[in-house]
């Protein structure tokens, strides 16, 4: 990332398919203070005093979260997930859910992490730090399969490991842009079920999707074995930092009491930043509010731009790279419905080079998609986001990539 970073600061014209982050066009600063004033008005219409209410702005705040309640609704509403407020911890981002959640199930170093491969880089990352070993399992561009998941699960036992879940993103993944079918989230269950694993599923793009999404994992889950992290990034705004671990699972602690995941990873979280920012989990639950707690209509128009953007990317490169074209060079690309992100696979080597020879002379960014292998691979394909972009940049942009791949694709 700090090579993109390098590489977008060095080349400032150049239009840039590489950051994942929403458009700026729906934010509006004054919004803050409506979505402020909402809570603030939900909190005496509970019957809080002037009292309470200041000290749940100014204070530190609960370590799992000031507002389980309005998410836990949320949740209800939008995804199906019913289950109690003190199953949920309310974090810095999603970011700070993954390493809560890898810390809390990772005991010893026998204890391994699968993770979809190709991945998104937070959660290795959040592995790296915490010394926990991660396994790949091949995302194929048919989908996940339960069989790799099973061999993996089976070669690492017998390597005497204990893998202890499964980092998934069903829905318009982080970095593919691919969308889990139905009997494969079945397929998945089952299979954490029967071998004693988790899944860690982590939602950041459905609702910033267009049309209905398929079912969570955590909604059909009935044995208890999804934890499901959600983030207010993408569909409230960055700048909060807040998101959430639902976390239902009963164990048991050192002192050999039962409880509930969720309040291991909030004595985890006492470690390591105390508690979420309270004016941050005010600003999200007043959107929240705002919007009778369903998410789906609160980011209606922002969805409806992304899929906007997603269809008129997919019909540019279809435009500057038509199919017999794209065959006879060995272009190919997914066609995902929503979500922020699309995988285009060339035939030549996708990496730091070629993307400072793409920037520097056709003057379009993207991101090499073997930052995304954990264990190697991803060498010949490309990931282009196209979320922050409008539709002149789009079709411009499309228009300098498909002129780099035909450069590229000659010299190689």
Known sequence: MTFLNEVTHHFPDAISFAPGRPYD????????????RRYLDHLAAQGAT?????????????????IREIVADSLRKDEDIDVPPESIVITVGAQEAMLLVVRALTAGPEDTLLVASPCYVGITGVARL??????????????????????????????????????????HSNPSGTTMDLPTRHALLEAAERHGILLIEDSPYRRVSPGTPLPTLKSLDRARRVVHLGSFAKT????ARVGFAVADQQVVDAEGRTGLLAAELAKIKSMVTVNTS?????????????????????????AAYYGDAMRTTLRALDARLPEARRTA????????????????????????????????????IWTPMNYFYPQGGGHQALRLSTSYLT???????????????ESQASAS
């Open 130 to 171: 915490l010394g926990v070993p991660v396994t790949a399992v091949e995302e194929r561009e048919d989908g996940f399969s339960r069989a790799d998941l099973e061999a993996a699960i089976l070669r690492e036992r017998a390597r005497g490991r204990r893998p202890r879940a499964l980092y998934v993103i069903p829905d």
């Open 329 to 364: 060079l060995g272009v190919r690309w997914n066609e995902p419905t929503g979500g922020f992100f699309l995988t285009v696979h060339v035939p030549f080597r996708a990496d730091n080079a070629a993307l400072t020879r793409s920037a520097e002379e056709f003057g379009v």
């Open 236 to 239: 409230v705004f960055p700048g």
């Open 50 to 66: 002037e009292q309470d209410i200041r000290t749940a702005m100014y204070q530190y705040g609960p370590t799992a979260g000031q």
């Open 391 to 405: 539709t002149a940049d789009i079709e411009e942009g499309t228009e300098r990539l498909a002129r780099f791949i």
């Open 25 to 36: 066009g729906f934010f509006d600063t004054e919004q803050i203070f409506t979505y402020l």
């Open 278 to 302: 309270s004016l941050s989990q005010a600003a999200v639950a007043g959107a929240l509010l705002a919007g009778d707690g369903r998410l789906s209509e609160l980011n209606a128009e922002p």
